[in-house]
């Protein structure tokens, strides 16, 4: 059983970057494909990018290019999303989310999301 | 961009059964799986139908999913509506043109 914990709420200023972990318990982060999907308040999911195991890279979605990495710390079993030139439409829960090893599109396991507010 | 567009909510009273639309914008929704998810208020999402119409463990047979080729959407259906249904339900799938996953926008499911 995959259980991932991430780290607690952050707020920021306009302009500033945040940075998000989420370690993983019951496997290892090698063994597994790492996602982050965010929801704003009110609104739906959605998908910012992840480790791809067909291509074997890290994919953005378009959105998020040039504003987002997504690093792994294998030592530590610890994903980290890190988001920079924060807005305040940035303001959301992120999750990080694993895709099912036997169903390629499928995430199978959440984090319980961490709240990042962008307010000056 | 592939798309996938859901009704923003659908209401129906204990017992009864309801179906959830999740129409693609472009090529062939059957290309590739549709997930369903359930959010509760303050909670993450959780499977309730993976591969068009695979349920996990746990889950239970009042849900089915599927897919229409011809009107190029999926459905989630829940029978025996209980009041513990009520949530937000997502459908979510893969777009192969840009490489990416993608999600509809999400139906709050009423049960009164």
């Known amino acids: 059983q995959v259980q991932l914990v991430q780290s607690g709420a952050e707020v920021k200023k306009p302009g500033a970057s945040v940075k998000v972990s989420c370690k993983v318990s019951?496997?290892?982060?090698?063994?597994?494909?790492m996602h982050w999907v965010r929801q704003a308040p009110g609104k739906g999911l959605e998908w910012m990018g992840g480790?791809?195991?067909?291509?074997?890279?890290?994919i953005y979605a378009q959105k998020f290019q040039g504003r987002v990495t997504m690093t792994e710390d294998t030592s530590t079993d610890t994903a980290y999303m890190e988001l920079s030139s924060l807005r305040s439409e940035d303001t959301a829960v992120y999750y990080c989310?694993?895709?099912?090893?036997?169903?390629?599109?499928?995430?199978?396991?959440w984090g319980q999301g961490t709240l990042v507010t962008v307010s000056s | 961009n592939f798309m996938l567009t859901q009704p923003h909510s659908v209401s129906e009273s204990p017992g009864k059964t309801v179906t959830i639309s999740c129409t693609g914008s472009?090529?062939?929704?059957?290309?590739?799986?549709v997930q369903w998810y359930q959010q509760r208020p303050g909670s993450a999402p959780t499977t309730v139908i993976y591969?068009?119409?695979?349920?996990p463990s746990g889950v239970p047979d009042r849900f089915s999913g599927s897919i229409d080729s011809s009107s190029n959407s999926a459905s989630l259906t829940i029978s025996g509506l209980k009041t513990e249904d009520e949530a937000d339900y997502y459908c979510?799938?893969?777009?192969?043109?840009?490489?990416?996953?993608?999600f509809g926008g999400g139906t709050k499911l009423t049960v009164l």
């Open positions: 989310a694993t895709v099912s090893i036997a169903a390629r599109f499928h995430f199978d396991y």
């Open positions: 019951g496997y290892t982060l090698t063994e597994l494909s």
């Open positions: 480790f791809d195991p067909e291509d074997g890279e890290t």
């Open positions: 472009s090529g062939s929704i059957a290309s590739n799986y």
């Open positions: 591969e068009d119409n695979q349920r």
């Open positions: 979510q799938s893969y777009d192969s043109s840009n490489q990416g996953w993608v």
